[in-house]
C-alpha cells in the first residue's frame, strides 16, 4: 500500500471505533478478510432493488477498492456471529459552496433477517460521527423512490430529501461517446 493509501487507511479507521451493540453484535471499519460477506450484501441489496444481475463486483475489486494502495471507498459493517449483516459503503465528496468534504453513502444494507434491531441506525450514526469528527459539512445518499421502508426510515433520521435535484449519470456507449468527443 502507498503511503497515501496507508495514511488514508489509518485515518479511516482511527475515526470507526469498534463499537459493541445492544445484542452484543460489533460495528467496525471494513477490514481486509471481510470482502466476500460485503459483497453478499451488495447481491441481496441489488435483488431487493429488483436488480439481481445489475451487480458486477467481486471480490477481488473490493479488495482493491477498499484496501489497495490508495483507497476510494471505505466501509462499515456489523458483525453478528461471526457473519456480516449489514454494511455502509461509502466515499468522500466535496462541495465548492462550503469548501469542505462530505460523506456520500453509496450502500446502506441490512440482512432482512436482522432488519429492527438498529443495525441501519448505527451505520448510519457512525458516518454522521465521522462527519461531525473531521468537520465534513454533509451525508447524502440517494433512495429509490419506490423503496417506502427506507424513505420512513431515513425521515425518522430527519433526512430530508433535494427535491430540486436530479441524479444524472453516463455509463456504456454515451460514456464512451462523451470521452471521444
Avoid at 453484535?25 to 466476500?36: C, N
Wanted: charged share 25%; net charge negative; hydrophobic share 45%.
Amino acid at each position: 500500500m502507498s503511503e497515501r493509501g496507508q495514511a488514508t487507511r489509518a485515518a479511516t479507521l482511527e475515526s470507526v471505533n469498534p463499537t459493541t451493540l445492544a445484542d452484543g453484535s460489533i460495528l467496525r471499519a471494513a477490514r481486509p478478510g471481510d470482502e466476500p460477506g460485503i459483497l453478499a450484501c451488495i447481491r441481496a441489496l441489488a435483488a431487493y432493488e429488483r436488480e439481481p444481475d445489475a451487480v458486477e463486483n467481486t471480490v477481488e475489486m473490493l479488495t482493491d477498492t477498499l484496501f489497495g494502495a490508495d483507497p476510494k471507498a471505505f466501509g462499515h459493517v456489523v458483525v453478528r456471529e461471526e457473519a456480516i449483516v449489514g454494511i455502509a459503503l461509502w466515499f468522500l465528496t466535496y462541495s465548492t459552496w462550503t469548501g469542505r468534504h462530505g460523506i456520500w453513502l453509496e450502500d446502506l444494507y441490512v440482512d432482512d433477517a436482522q432488519r429492527g434491531r438498529g443495525y441501519g441506525k448505527a451505520l448510519i450514526a457512525s458516518l454522521a460521527a465521522v462527519c461531525i469528527e473531521r468537520g465534513y459539512s454533509r451525508l447524502e445518499w440517494t433512495v429509490l423512490d419506490w423503496n417506502e421502508p427506507a424513505v420512513a426510515f431515513y425521515r425518522s433520521l430527519n433526512a430530508q430529501p433535494m427535491d430540486e435535484w436530479t441524479t444524472q449519470r453516463l455509463t456504456g456507449q454515451a460514456l464512451t461517446e462523451l470521452a471521444d468527443a
